[in-house]
């Protein structure tokens, strides 16, 4: 089944249109990112697939339910993780989510039980008498994820669930999904405008300016770059360029920060480039491609202006020269 079908998707606000024509198909039991840089129209999307929001036109499907025509279908079938916490700071985490539960209509028994179950389910169990204030910014996340699961929704919808929280923190919280959608079969839909963080899931879509620029699998989605980039300094860019393109046979592209070379082998390339290029090398780095290059080969433009934290496999110092 699929969990979410849109076709020709649109939301305006005045005449600027946020969403313009999305078509997306997001498979049952998957893990979803939905990324995009900052205004690509991420938020919207969410508001209108969780009834929050009105589309203009076009058509979207949640659960097997039209989100326009039938909202009240739709919302029994979904949990929301917002962008911004929602937590009552000054209630314990037991009784955030059991006030949710109730106004969902469950009785008070019920609405414990399901309290207790849901703090066991994110490891929380041995912090529900505590209060929300006293709580890190990683906890009040797992809490947030822990009610949006009040119902047992088939499919979480999460707004930028990891922004703010620290690596490690993030890391946890992907952790706790993943077990999610592993034992419980839900499916996971989250957005975020940092891409490397969706290089784990199971599915992609990247937008811009509320176009769907690309979907599929992070590897479907790299193969359209298919060579890995490498990224050399050396004591004269113009002439190494030149060497490159008589001596290997291969476009040498200026960036920022060195020459720009997409190969299919980069580690085999390195040596011979220290070795045989004549030109002194100050600086080599090799990298698989990423969703940010997947995004510059599609817009032309890239999410992030620096490749700073490409990792580096060699850095060469003068003696090379
Ligand atoms: N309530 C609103 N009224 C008018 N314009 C809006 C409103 N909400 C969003 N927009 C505009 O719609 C576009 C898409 O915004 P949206 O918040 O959906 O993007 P986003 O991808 O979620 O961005 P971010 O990553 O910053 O949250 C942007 O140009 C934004 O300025």
Redesign the pocket.
């Known amino acids: 089944m699929t969990a979410i079908r849109t076709e020709g998707l649109y939301a305006f606000?005045?005449s600027?249109p946020?969403v313009n024509g999305l078509d997306l198909a997001v498979p049952d039991g998957v893990t979803f990112g939905f990324l995009?840089p900052?205004?690509?129209?991420?938020?919207?999307?969410i508001s209108m697939l969780t009834t929050l929001l009105k589309p203009t036109a076009g058509r979207a499907e949640v659960a097997g339910f039209d989100v326009a025509t039938r909202p009240d279908e739709v919302r029994r079938r979904i949990g929301i993780v917002f962008?911004e916490s929602t937590l009552d700071v000054d209630l314990t985490a037991a009784e955030n989510l059991r006030f949710q539960a109730e106004l969902r209509g469950l009785g008070r028994r019920a609405a414990r039980r399901a309290a207790g179950e849901l703090l066991d389910l994110m490891e929380l169990s041995d912090r529900g008498r505590v209060k929300v204030r006293q709580f890190s910014a990683g906890l009040r996340r797992r809490l947030e994820v822990a009610r949006g699961l009040l119902g047992t929704p088939r499919v979480l919808f999460l707004d930028?669930p990891t922004t703010g929280l620290d690596v490690q923190t993030r890391a946890a919280v992907w952790e706790h999904l993943e077990v999610l959608r592993r034992e419980r079969g839900i499916t996971v839909f989250f957005?975020t405008?940092q891409l490397e963080e969706a290089e784990h899931c199971d599915r992609i879509a990247i937008i811009d300016h509320?176009e769907l620029i690309t979907q599929g699998t992070p590897a479907e989605l790299k193969s359209v770059i298919g060579s890995d980039l490498v990224v050399l300094r050396t004591e004269d860019d113009a002439r190494a360029a030149g060497a490159i393109t008589d001596r290997f046979g291969l476009a040498a592209e200026p960036t920022p920060d060195g020459l720009l070379l997409r190969v299919a082998d980069g580690a085999a390339l390195v040596p011979r480039l220290c070795t045989e290029l004549g030109v002194g090398v100050r600086a080599v780095s090799v990298a698989p491609p990423t969703l940010d290059d997947v995004f510059l080969h599609h817009t032309g433009t890239a999410v992030r202006e620096s490749t700073a934290d490409r990792k580096m496999l060699s850095s060469l110092g003068e003696g090379l020269r």
């Open positions: 606000y005045g600027n946020a995009g900052n205004g690509a129209g991420k938020t919207t999307t962008q930028e957005t405008h509320g």
